[in-house]
């Protein structure tokens, strides 16, 4: 079994040569893997499936072709949480939802986005609780496409804003809930994304490893594993 793994794509129109080295690695694994995850954060906004960019339909028709070989993964990160099995289904890919858990090179496994470990993020905690609320979602997706990109401006911009004021440990995972999850779930292997801080930890207190993927600001990162080895790896933008 082959896998590749990604996350923190943040695809936008305004950044056309994130998506351009999305296909390239598209194009370099085309049938040379089984399984492709996408682990949240694959567009910078979403505001529904009724809602959509000329790059998330661009980003659709080319997973579309690439689901022909490889089965298609989608996770919801903190941006795209609003992304819906219309979309998902439109790119040949299957919704997953956290914890999910898979077995890699013989060891159980769990992946997430990675947000909800940020726990001493107190504000962003309390805002994750409103927007991952049904009723709000529900609420949110019936207001008029117009009144949700106002309100995707304000909250990016929100965002951008308190995150200047955070410290670097705040804006990292909080290392007592990553051992909580990984031993409440009894996994050895633990993939995430969210920080943008791309690393292989072996934590040695609980005979685990955890991997964080690389966000695609600068360059592309990814994760490919087979029966044998997990690889950590990034490379340039094409030209």
């Known amino acids: 079994m082959r896998r590749l793994f990604i996350s923190d794509l943040h695809l936008d129109d305004k950044r056309p040569d994130i998506t351009r080295a999305f296909f390239h690695l598209l194009d370099r694994f085309s049938g040379k893997t089984d399984e492709l995850y996408i682990l949240g954060d694959f567009f910078e906004l979403w505001l529904g499936d009724d809602a959509l960019t000329p790059t998330a339909k661009s980003v659709a028709e080319k997973l579309k072709q690439y689901s022909e070989r490889t089965k298609v993964f989608i996770m ?13 289904n439109a790119c040949g890919a299957q919704l997953i939802h956290e914890p999910h ?20 993020d107190h504000q962003y905690m309390e805002f994750r609780k409103m927007v991952r609320n049904p009723q709000w979602q529900e609420g949110f997706l019936s207001k008029s496409i117009e009144e949700r990109i106002a309100f995707g401006k304000q909250a990016r911009e929100q965002s951008q804003s308190d995150a200047k004021q955070k410290s670097y440990e705040i804006l990292d995972v909080t290392p007592s809930e990553v051992e909580k999850v990984i031993q409440s779930n009894e996994v050895t292997l633990f993939i995430h994304g969210h920080t943008h801080r791309p690393a292989h930890h072996h934590l040695e207190k609980l005979n685990a490893e955890r991997i964080v993927l690389g966000d695609w600001h600068n360059k592309g990162w990814y ?17």
């Open 76 to 88: 919801h990160g903190n941006r795209d949480f609003l992304m819906g099995d219309q979309y998902a």
């Open 101 to 120: 858990f898979i077995e890699l090179a013989g060891k159980p496994t769990l992946l997430m986005h990675g947000d909800s470990l940020c726990t001493e």
């Open 223 to 239: 994760l490919f594993s087979d029966e044998n080895e997990l690889t950590l790896e990034n490379f340039d933008f094409p030209a």
